[in-house]
């Protein structure tokens, strides 16, 4: 069975500084998934990770993958208010349709 | 802009009852897919569908029904109801294909069963 484990659950931080979170993945995967959820809302699509290696930057958040180590990165980069929410990995993997087991998600809190 | 609506934002209903939650999706997806939301469990898959009338279980199908008559449509039907199916649900689509993977989410709708 997959497990999808992200850390740290919660995470307070300053604004202006640097943080990581961690997706760890229990099998091998096909892709890997990252969204945001705002308080009330639905996911919103940040990153799509094709193969070992990709990486992907967007404004301040920069996301990566490790296929052999089973485990996607997403780096923050000088934080700053308005990337408060939670984010939350996926694995995808093709079973005739490609099915996304979810991570548990990191509620992300950044203090000015 | 894909969009996926849900037909409710907040419901609330009393055990027992037979709830319909309804999802519309106006990219010719094929793929639609019923999820729960529930603190520290992330997101958990319920059913999905591949194709109009065709449904598969997910992981956690125990109390749940779905219905699929028409491409753009996909129902999740709570045959009774029970306070333990309290959650956010979120429904999602996606096209069928290899290379077209991403999944596009509706607003969710958060269900009280009291």
């Known amino acids: 069975e997959l497990k999808v484990e992200q850390n740290p659950l919660f995470l307070s931080m300053q604004e202006g500084k640097n943080y990581t979170i961690y997706c760890n993945y229990s099998?091998?995967?096909?892709?890997l998934y990252w969204y945001r959820q705002d308080p009330g809302k639905s996911l919103e699509s940040l990153f799509v990770?094709?193969?070992?290696?990709a990486v992907k930057q967007e404004g301040r958040l920069m996301a990566s993958l490790d296929t052999k180590a089973r485990l996607s990165t997403l780096h923050i980069t000088a934080a700053v208010h308005d990337l408060s929410a939670t984010y939350f990995c996926?694995?995808?993997?093709?079973?005739?349709?490609?099915?996304?087991?979810f991570g548990t998600g990191t509620r992300l809190t950044i203090i000015p | 802009d894909v969009k996926v609506t849900q037909s409710s934002r907040y419901l609330v209903k009393r055990t027992g009852e037979k709830v319909f939650l309804e999802c519309v999706q106006d990219?010719?997806?094929?793929?639609m897919f019923w999820y729960r939301q529930d603190p520290g469990l992330g997101l958990r898959l319920i059913y999905f569908?591949?194709?109009?009338?065709?449904?598969e279980k997910g992981d956690i199908p125990e109390g749940y029904s779905v219905s699929r008559e028409k491409k753009e449509r996909f129902s999740l039907i709570l045959e009774s109801a029970s306070t333990n199916q309290t959650s956010m649900y979120l429904c999602?689509?996606?096209?069928?294909?290899?290379?077209?993977?991403?999944?596009?989410f509706g607003p969710g709708t958060r269900l009280t069963v009291t």
């Open positions: 990770l094709l193969s070992n290696g």
């Open positions: 999602a689509s996606s096209f069928g294909r290899r290379g077209r993977y991403e999944q596009y």
């Open positions: 569908s591949y194709d109009v009338k065709m449904k």
């Open positions: 996926a694995v995808g993997r093709w079973i005739g349709n490609e099915k996304l087991t």
């Open positions: 990219m010719d997806h094929e793929n």
């Open positions: 099998t091998t995967s096909d892709r």
